[in-house]
């Protein structure tokens, strides 16, 4: 019952014209700067940052997260158009939206991307929305044992995913190790 009264007040807030203006306008901002090959949504909050300084915090927040889910569909224009992924989420639509647009389907193909991208940032806030809760209090479990399980199994997967020599993936591992432990001291 919690959850639902959480989900109504945040509705009452996020549906308010102010903001929903703010997020339309960080969606046609991320959109904007997404479609620039190598910025990706990261960059683009980065970026248009400033912008946020005058704003009420809530409305700062909505049009940052307008900004990167817009950032994140403008990235597939450029992979649909020109074979270009505008960032790293974008490869895979370079293979399948780019052949279609060169069949004369840029439209239904930059369509499906719109809406597969609203779908599945649907279904990600929903189950956020879901499992926030569990997933805090099961983090907030982890000690030091758990950290060096998660920091082992990560290197195990590094090393055995690497192609090529298993030395140099070792080697890369504790490089790796040890410049995050020079930045830590910094």
């Not at 990235?75 to 004369?104: F, H, R, W």
């Amino acid at each position: 019952m919690e959850t639902l009264q959480s989900l109504w007040y945040g509705f009452s807030i996020a549906l308010q014209p102010e903001n929903l203006f703010f997020c339309f306008v960080g969606s046609v901002l991320g959109t904007l700067v997404g479609v620039l090959p190598g910025i990706g949504p990261v960059g683009a909050i980065a970026i248009l940052l400033p912008i946020t300084f005058k704003l009420s915090t809530t409305g700062a927040i909505i049009m940052l997260a307008g900004l990167y889910y817009g950032a994140m569909y403008g990235g597939s224009t450029t992979s649909i158009l020109v074979n270009i992924p505008g960032e790293a989420a974008a490869v895979v639509t370079c293979m399948d939206g780019y052949q279609m647009a060169l069949k004369g389907r840029a439209g239904p193909a930059l369509g499906m991307a719109a809406f597969g991208s609203f779908i599945a940032g649907t279904l990600g806030i929903v189950g956020l929305m879901l499992f926030a809760r569990p997933l805090s209090q099961f983090a907030l479990k982890f000690g030091p044992h758990e950290y060096f399980s998660l920091i082992i199994l990560g290197l195990t997967f590094v090393t055995y995913l690497s192609h090529g020599s298993m030395v140099k993936a070792v080697m890369m591992c504790f490089f790796g190790l040890m410049l995050s432990k020079w930045v830590s001291i910094l």
